[in-house]
């Protein structure tokens, strides 16, 4: 049995709509990582007074790592917001996919994602690559520039009103510090003597900071 083939018109109608509706989101997105960008940056320059007279020097920067990429450093933690550069469609299981709002245009299932790491300062600091790190969150942000996230504890449960909530520059400051608070509140644990208690000649020869044991806050610790 042969397949239908499609009307040409139809088929070039459907690239066309479809592609331009992605750009759209691509666009949306990529203007509000830009705005966390600028947030982020004004964030660390109000801030770097008052943190200079801590009685301790303490890491407190904003870095641009390029198109996709910015990096806020402070104390001993690094978060690392990543832009993905694809646009995504929200799984049909996904709670915001029973919203009215959604049914009412499939298309507003359609999002850019920015992800929130958090990574030890010191695992760049002294560059080691067995260290591991944690998305503590994602933002999902659709062509009209609606937003939901997902993430622990701050970041996971205030911002989930998909149909009301816009990105805008207040939106972005409020996850930003909630990152912040939440990172802070989330401690280095000393790992499990299993799983240390055993060192080869090669990996004891080297420095203790390029070892091959990793560090982490939750090693073994799944979200």
Same mark, same amino acid.
């Given at each position: 049995?042969? /397949?239908? +083939?499609?009307?040409?018109?139809?088929?070039?109608?459907?690239?066309?709509e479809k592609g331009s509706m992605k750009q759209q989101v691509y666009r949306t997105t990529f203007d509000v990582f830009n705005t966390f960008k600028q947030i982020s940056e004004q964030f660390v320059n109000k801030n770097k007074g008052a943190i200079k007279?801590?009685?301790?020097? /303490? /890491?407190? @920067?904003?870095?641009?790592r390029g198109t996709f990429e910015f990096q806020l450093k402070f104390g001993s933690d690094i978060l690392i917001f990543f832009m993905h550069s694809n646009v995504f469609e929200i799984p049909r299981d996904h709670e915001v996919m029973k919203s009215s709002y959604i049914r009412e245009d499939k298309s507003?299932?359609?999002?850019?994602?920015?992800?929130?790491?958090?990574? *030890?300062?010191?695992?760049?600091t002294y560059n080691r690559?067995?260290?591991i790190g944690y998305c503590i969150g994602r933002i999902f942000v659709n062509r009209e520039g609606h937003y939901f996230t997902e993430g622990k504890r701050e970041i996971g449960m205030l911002y989930n009103n998909f149909p009301g909530n816009i990105l805008d520059k207040?939106?972005?400051?409020?996850? *930003?510090?909630?990152s912040v608070m939440y990172t802070l509140?989330?401690? /280095? *644990?000393?790992?499990?003597? @299993?799983?240390?208690? @055993? +060192?080869s000649v090669a990996e004891i020869q080297t420095t203790l900071d390029s070892m091959s044991i990793r560090t982490g806050k939750r090693l073994g610790f799944r979200f």
């Open positions: 049995m042969s /397949l239908p +083939v499609p009307n040409p018109k139809s088929l070039i109608h459907a690239i066309i007279k801590a009685p301790y020097p /303490l /890491l407190f @920067e904003y870095s641009d507003r299932s359609y999002c850019g994602i920015i992800h929130i790491f958090n990574f *030890l300062a010191d695992s760049f690559t067995n260290d207040k939106a972005i400051h409020t996850i *930003l510090t909630s509140n989330f401690d /280095l *644990l000393t790992p499990p003597y @299993e799983n240390i208690k @055993e +060192v």
